[in-house]
C-alpha cells in the first residue's frame, strides 16, 4: 500500500502553504473583479452625463457678465473718426479683463498679475507711493493715447504691490513683465466678444514699447498691430 506524502510532517507543511496560496489568488482575483465592476459602473454613470467645468469659459460676450458693456455704452458714439466719450476703462473683474477706450481705439487688457497670477485692481491714480517721476518721458509715452488726462490711471496688484500703467507696463514691484492685450470684437447686437486666449499684444521682461493693436471705433475692426505673437 503506497504512503501519502501529505502525512508526513513535511507533507503537511507542503499542503498547508499550497491551501493557502490557493485562497491568495482566489481573493485577488475576487478582489480585481469587484474593481472591475465598480470601475466600470462609475464610468457608466459618467456616460449619462455630460462633462462640465466650473472655470470661466475663456471666449464669452459682455451681454452675460456684469457690467454688460456695450459698444455705444463704452464710446457714446462716433464723430470724426473718434468717440465721442472721452478715454475710459470698464474691468470686468470676474473674467479678469479690463476693456480701455483711448483716443485711439479700444483693447482688453488680461488682468493677470505676470507676478504670480493674481488680479490687479484699476485705479485712477497708480504711481501714488512708488516714487515715480510722472514728468518722464518714460512715464509720459504710456498715456499719449489719452490726450486730457488728470492722473495716471492703471492697476495695482493687491497681493505683492505691483503696478501697471495704463497700457498694462509693468513699473514697479516684484511683475517681471507687461500684462497681455487680448482679442475683442463688437458682435452684430452691440456688445464686445472677448478671447482671453487669443493674444494680441505679449512683451517680454524689460520691453515697455506701448502695443499698437487698437479695435477701430469706425470700422469696428482690429487694426490688425499684433505685438508679440
Known sequence: MALNPYDTPRGRIRSGVETT????????????????????????????FPGATNEAPAKFKTNTTLPAVTFDGLTGGVSGG????????????????SIVLDDTGIYAVSLICTHLGCTPNYVTDVTTGTGTN????????????????????GWACPCHGSRYFIDSTNF?????????????????????????????????????????WRLDVTTKQPNGKTYGV
Open 82 to 97: 473718434k468717440a465721442k466719450n472721452a478715454p475710459a476703462v470698464v474691468s470686468i473683474t470676474a473674467d479678469r479683463v
Open 172 to 212: 514697479y514691484g516684484p511683475a517681471p513683465r507687461p500684462m497681455d492685450w487680448v482679442s475683442i470684437e463688437v458682435s452684430p447686437d452691440g456688445f464686445f466678444v472677448i478671447d482671453r486666449k487669443s493674444i494680441v499684444a505679449y512683451r517680454q521682461p524689460g520691453d515697455t514699447t506701448p502695443p499698437q
Open 21 to 48: 496560496r490557493r485562497q491568495f489568488l482566489l481573493i485577488m482575483g475576487t478582489l480585481a473583479a469587484v474593481g472591475a465592476t465598480i470601475f466600470g459602473g462609475i464610468e457608466s454613470v459618467n456616460f449619462l
Open 134 to 153: 510722472t514728468s518722464s518721458p518714460t512715464v509720459t509715452q504710456h498715456y499719449t493715447n489719452e490726450q486730457g488726462h488728470t492722473t495716471f490711471n
